[in-house]
């Protein structure tokens, strides 16, 4: 059973500053690591992704991700309070024969605000 | 033009009760799935569908049971509700790709179904 874990937080960071997130996750042998943004009282939707050991930046994203360490990150640059929301880090529980992912393991999501 | 769709949007209803919920989805993607959103939100896979082949979560209850009628649709019913069955009910689906090193899925998802069961 994988696992993947997060602090819930609330973590506080002030406009314009940058928001660092963090994820753990147990299973050695995870490949593909995703960060899910959700704002209250809606669905989630994916905003990066990242496989490869390293950083990989989107805009004012950056995932970073240690498979030694089996460490997930998200950096958010100059934060503003739209990004105010639950970040979910999620991993790939396994896939079909056929294709296809066999959902994913999310960790409980840390609670950002960004504070004007 | 909705990607993924659910309906109803909220459901209240009596313990011991059967209820449906369901998913269409327009985006032509080949697997579907089914998360439950508890009061914590914890976000968790119940069941997820691909090309008739069903993956069930050992720790869902058999009292739910997806049903595909076809790829673009996978509803979700459930049987003698109970109080602990409150929470958000998502769907979602995805097109996945698996090249030399690297898997992707991205899963798009529905607004969620409100359970209330009183």
């Known amino acids: 059973q994988k696992e993947v874990e997060q602090n819930s937080g609330p973590l506080s960071v002030p406009e314009g500053a940058i928001a660092s997130l963090n994820c753990t996750y147990s299973d050695r042998g995870s490949q593909s690591f995703f960060w899910y943004r959700q704002y209250s009282g809606k669905s989630p939707e994916l905003i990066m992704f990242i496989y490869s050991n390293g950083d990989k930046e989107d805009g004012r994203f950056t995932a970073q991700l240690n498979k030694a360490s089996q460490y997930v990150s998200l950096l958010i640059r100059d934060s503003q309070p739209s990004d105010s929301a639950t970040y979910l880090c999620?991993?790939?529980?396994?896939?079909?024969?056929?294709?296809?992912?066999?959902?994913?393991?999310f960790g409980k999501g840390t609670h950002l605000i960004i504070q004007p | 033009d909705t990607a993924v769709s659910q309906t109803p949007k909220y459901l209240v209803t009596q313990m011991g009760n059967d209820k449906s919920i369901k998913c269409e989805q327009n985006?032509?993607?080949?697997?579907m799935y089914w998360y439950k959103q508890d009061s914590k939100k914890f976000l968790k896979i119940m069941f997820s569908?691909?090309?008739?082949?069903?993956?069930i979560n050992e720790t869902v209850p058999n009292r739910f049971s997806p049903k595909s009628p076809d790829k673009a649709h996978l509803n979700l019913h459930i049987n003698s509700l109970e109080l602990g069955d409150s929470a958000v009910y998502f769907c979602?689906?995805?097109?996945?790709?698996?090249?030399?090193?690297?898997?992707?899925?991205?899963?798009?998802f529905g607004p969620g179904t409100r359970l209330t069961v009183l």
């Open positions: 569908y691909n090309n008739k082949e069903l993956i």
């Open positions: 999620a991993v790939i529980n396994g896939w079909y024969s056929g294709g296809g992912a066999d959902g994913l393991t």
């Open positions: 985006l032509g993607h080949d697997t």
């Open positions: 979602a689906s995805s097109q996945d790709s698996v090249t030399s090193g690297s898997s992707y899925n991205e899963q798009f």
